[in-house]
């Protein structure tokens, strides 16, 4: 199988979960690490527009918009973003771009489409990028093109985001693994990496352990390139 197959089997599979509300992996509260680290993380800047790919229809969007800040999003699953608008009880403007539609609100605009076919255009002015669950959504190969993509189109981004990182060999993604190592290999040369928090939270994720996992790590990790 080509890695262009394999992208869009995968891609196929997130517009069926999201079709037939298989949607275990989303939260219903806000992300309490962003609660906790972005007001540090900002200091006395709330302005600026933060883009969250692979957004879902995370309740993080709406804790951003009452912040102050601007949104870009992107989400491959129109449900989701009709859903996401929905909970920010907003009707949207709805447009075209280049890879679909584009949903828009009071300083929000969600692209629906897969976030590699982004250019410059959709992410002019982004300051911040917020990956909750981005990377760890992506196998390996689509990941490498995907952190290489933001490097290219958001060079000067400052990002947070957060990983899961397992027993490859116990169990498969996704959610998929994703190592500090790997983060470092990808951003080390153009950012200042730090990993900010580093928890084993598997006997919070049931699920997890039926997998035969003995360990399951979060961490966060927040970049400024130099």
């Known amino acids: 199988m080509d890695e262009q197959t394999h992208h869009d089997q995968l891609n196929s599979q997130w517009h069926s979960r999201w079709q037939k509300n298989e949607i275990g992996f989303h939260v219903s509260d806000v992300q309490p690490w962003l609660?906790?680290?972005?007001?540090?993380?900002?200091?006395?800047?709330?302005?600026?527009?933060?883009?969250?790919?692979?957004?879902?229809?995370?309740?993080?969007?709406?804790?951003?918009?009452?912040?102050?800040?601007?949104?870009?999003?992107?989400?491959?699953?129109?449900?989701?973003?009709?859903?996401?608008?929905?909970?920010?009880?907003?009707?949207?403007?709805?447009?075209?771009?280049?890879?679909?539609?584009?949903?828009?609100?009071?300083?929000?605009?969600?692209?629906?489409?897969?976030?590699?076919?982004?250019?410059?255009?959709?992410?002019?002015?982004?300051?911040?990028?917020?990956?909750?669950?981005?990377?760890?959504?992506?196998?390996?190969?689509?990941?490498?093109?995907?952190?290489?993509?933001?490097?290219?189109?958001c060079p000067k981004a400052k990002q947070f985001i957060i990983t899961l990182d397992y027993d490859q060999s116990v169990t498969e993604g996704p959610p998929f693994a994703v190592s500090e190592q790997e983060i470092h290999e990808h951003y080390a040369g153009s950012f200042n990496v730090k990993r900010i928090l580093h928890e084993d939270i598997i006997e919070d994720e049931p699920r997890f352990k039926k997998r035969g996992l003995l360990s399951l790590h979060e961490s966060l990790y927040w970049l400024e390139p130099f």
């Open 35 to 153: 609660i906790s680290h972005w007001p540090l993380f900002m200091g006395q800047n709330s302005s600026g527009c933060v883009f969250v790919p692979l957004c879902g229809k995370t309740l993080d969007i709406e804790y951003f918009l009452i912040k102050g800040q601007k949104v870009i999003a992107c989400e491959l699953s129109e449900v989701a973003v009709q859903q996401l608008f929905e909970q920010l009880g907003m009707t949207p403007d709805i447009k075209k771009w280049a890879g679909g539609l584009v949903y828009s609100g009071t300083h929000i605009t969600v692209y629906v489409g897969d976030v590699l076919v982004m250019s410059e255009q959709e992410l002019l002015g982004v300051d911040y990028i917020y990956d909750r669950a981005a990377l760890i959504a992506l196998p390996k190969e689509t990941r490498c093109l995907y952190m290489a993509q933001l490097k290219t189109l």
